[in-house]
């Protein structure tokens, strides 16, 4: 079986950690800087008011004037959901991640170590703990194991057995699918509310009328398809930071208190000469609140620059100054070596190229080798950009 | 008699470079990919969809995803969402 811990309304919880009293309040996260102003989860006081998550700002203000708004916190959101997750393994449960507050696991293993499948959802609640009000579903399919979750109370275990799962999917609301809001719209103009009510239309005609993503939310409303379960490999545990006595919005300072940090986190031991292939840098805030970005190098590398050109430019979407500026070494490679090259590219070896082409050439016969001619380098097709044509001269 | 010397240049054709290869992806609920060629994805750097040639009848329509695989390999998957099949292809 396919287990789901859902923490709803995760983020919020996470920036209520802070300001627990704003807990008993009518607050809503705040949207996103630079995005769309839509409100994200809200406490239950501002639901009970009629506010609703991914409500306009301006709508939500209207329907509750008293409305507090949380600063994100995403750094601590990453920082408290990291530590659920360890607590999770720790308990034995090979974790799959899908975002903060939603996480998956095989029950196969510690089914027997718990003694059945329900006493291992609940060792897997009392590992997230209770404080965060943690939900449990288990299905024989990826999404009916978080639909299951997600209607699950606080503290609850939903199981749903394979022969009961089209009954229990079907009274279900569309919301649980992953669409877009006007796609929401267009199915309940249709009369379709429900996930019975859109699994029992034709796939042909919902992938006519509302193309691949409607299709996929089709398949789901059947159940989804049947996918394994794969523990993540735990990141690793590298960081330093640095708190500054005073704020700085400098970009200049940013800079060097960031070198600094590079050049202090790579000297550190425990990385054993592994290289670095993702690499976070993350900044509490002056006002409160956390900003954070994270890089997945392209190469795994130790070199200070290419880490340096990387992350550093970065710094300049901070949104304000800020009182501590911290450097983690996401995740590191299991080898620590790298193949280097067999020719390095200079003038002095296009003579040997040349001629190791023209034995080429009388080995394997004329057409051996090609030239690269650009015919449309801006197409957005890749393969319409560059033809390799025969070269015999 | 003598054989025309380009003739067999002429009738060699030119290759497309970076040519979309069929490949065996498993996807998440949705639609990211989890597993390529069975190697399990480590994670999805970027994602992003090329819609082009819609005038044709030959309309291109693919949502790419550039992964990183579970022994480090960078590659470059898409779904062509005419036929319904992956792809990996470099150059994207």
Redesign the interface.
């Known amino acids: 079986m396919i287990a789901c811990i859902a923490v709803p309304g995760f983020e919020l919880r996470a920036a209520l950690r802070r300001a627990p009293s704003l807990a008993l309040r009518p607050s809503a996260l705040a949207p996103e800087a630079g995005t769309e102003p839509l409100i994200g989860p809200v406490t239950a006081a501002a639901d009970a008011l009629g506010v609703r998550p991914g409500m306009r700002l301006g709508e939500a203000l209207a329907t509750c004037p008293g409305l507090v708004l949380v600063e994100r916190d995403p750094a601590a959101a990453e920082q408290a959901w990291e530590e659920i997750l360890r607590s999770l393994e720790d308990a034995g449960f090979a974790v799959d991640p ?1 975002e903060p507050g939603c996480v998956f696991f095989e029950t196969r293993g510690v089914e027997r170590l718990y003694g059945g499948l329900e006493p291992a959802l609940q060792r897997a609640l009392a590992a997230v703990g209770p404080g965060w009000d943690p939900q449990a579903g288990a299905a024989e399919r ?2 009916a194991a ?1 639909a299951a979750a997600t209607v699950a109370r606080p503290g609850q275990v939903i199981v749903v057995s394979g022969d009961r799962l089209q009954d229990f999917l079907a009274p279900l609301p569309l919301s649980l699918l ?1 669409l877009e809001r006007e796609r929401y719209a267009e199915l309940e103009a249709l009369g379709v509310r429900s996930l019975g009510q859109l699994a029992g239309l034709p796939g042909a005609a919902v992938a006519e009328r509302l193309g ?1 993503d409607g299709r ?1 939310a089709w398949g ?1 409303a059947r159940g ?2 049947a ?2 379960i ?1 523990g993540r ?1 735990p990141p690793a545990e590298l960081f330093e930071a640095i708190e500054f006595p005073e704020a700085v919005g400098n970009e200049l300072t940013l800079r060097r208190a960031f070198s600094a940090l590079l050049d202090t986190l790579l000297a550190r031991p425990e990385r054993r000469d592994r290289f670095v ?2 690499v976070a840098i993350s900044a509490r805030l002056v006002g409160g609140g956390s900003w954070r970005r994270t890089t ?1 190098l ?3 590398t130790v070199d200070r620059e290419r880490i340096r050109a990387a992350l550093a430019p970065k710094l300049a979407e901070l949104p304000t100054p800020i009182v501590e500026l911290r450097l983690e070494l996401v ?1 590191l ?1 299991e ?1 620590d070596g790298q193949q280097l090259e067999l020719l390095a590219a200079g003038a002095e070896d296009r003579t040997r190229l040349r001629e190791g082409l023209r034995q080429v050439r009388a080995s394997t016969g ?2 051996s080798v ?1 030239t ?2 650009e015919v449309a380098p801006w ?12 070269r ?1 001269d | 008699m003598v054989a025309y010397p380009g003739g067999a240049r002429a009738v060699r054709s030119a290759g497309r470079l970076n040519e979309p290869r069929p490949a065996r992806v498993e996807v998440n609920f949705d639609g990211s990919p989890w597993q390529v060629n069975h190697q399990a994805v480590e994670l999805v750097r970027e994602e992003w969809r090329v819609l082009d040639r819609w005038w044709t009848e030959e309309p291109v329509s693919r949502r790419y995803f550039e992964v990183v695989l579970e022994s480090g390999e960078n590659t470059v998957v898409f779904r062509d969402e005419e036929c319904e099949c992956w792809f990996t292809q470099r150059g994207a």
């Open positions: 899908a990826r999404f978080l992953p691949p996929r789901l989804g398809a996918a394994k794969r490999r292939r993702k997945t392209r190469d795994p995740a490679t080898s004329s057409g090609c690269v001619v197409s957005r097709i890749p393969e319409a950009r560059a033809l390799f044509v025969p015999d």
